[in-house]
């Protein structure tokens, strides 16, 4: 039986602006099936401008079913850039990753959650007066909240952040916003995950 793949965040999740298989989370999905891991494509509960409360009330609207095989986890950008303290941040956070805990049925290892990537080094921000150094402080700020509290969780953190930032403000690593990632850069992200990914659900790989 294929295992079941719940994957939650915002834009970055839901791919703005890239095809359908380009998203990151179906990247991973091609990458473990070449491992022979049999997994659906996954229900994303995802949409772009999503803040943690706005994730919240999405989960609830959706209802997903689990216990999920897997479930990954990415948001927190909207709270930043609408100017929120990594203080708010931090509960909000918590209670999103022990739900995505919970539908993974309180595996630990079935959960993934990626880091929050610097669009401060994008176009969009240098043509709206977005100062890149306090973005990326900020985002800092936010990525050092979910790590520590992934570690406390016992749930795999898997940093992105660095990856957004050296080609990141690269043309061929953006789509035609200026903003949001291509298929390159979620690429680059989904071999990090991978990486993760292919150890936590080692059980699954035939023999």
Avoid: K
Wanted: with cysteine.
């Amino acid at each position: 039986m294929a295992l079941s793949y719940l994957a939650l965040g915002d834009s970055y999740t839901i791919g703005e602006g890239v095809e359908p298989a380009a998203r990151w989370p179906l990247q991973l999905v091609a990458g473990l099936r070449d491992i022979g891991v049999a997994v659906d494509d996954p229900q994303i509960i995802a949409t772009t401008g999503w803040t943690t409360d706005e994730l919240e009330a999405g989960i609830d609207a959706a209802a997903p079913q689990g216990p999920f095989g897997l479930v990954s986890l990415l948001i927190g950008v909207n709270d930043q850039y609408r100017g929120r303290s990594v203080d708010d941040y931090r509960p909000r956070f918590t209670a999103l990753l022990q739900r995505a805990l919970g539908f993974a049925g309180d595996r630990a290892q079935r959960v993934l959650v990626l880091s929050i990537p610097d669009w401060g080094v994008t176009p969009y921000a240098r043509e709206n007066n977005r100062d890149r150094v306090q973005v990326g402080q900020e985002l800092d700020a936010y990525n050092a909240a979910a790590a520590a509290i992934c570690a406390e969780h016992g749930v795999s953190f898997i940093d992105i952040t660095d990856l957004s930032r050296v080609p990141g403000g690269e043309a061929v690593m953006l789509v035609d916003d200026g903003l949001h990632p291509s298929a390159a850069m979620y690429a680059l992200w989904t071999e990090r995950a991978f990486q993760v990914a292919r150890v936590q659900l080692a059980d699954e790989v035939p023999r």
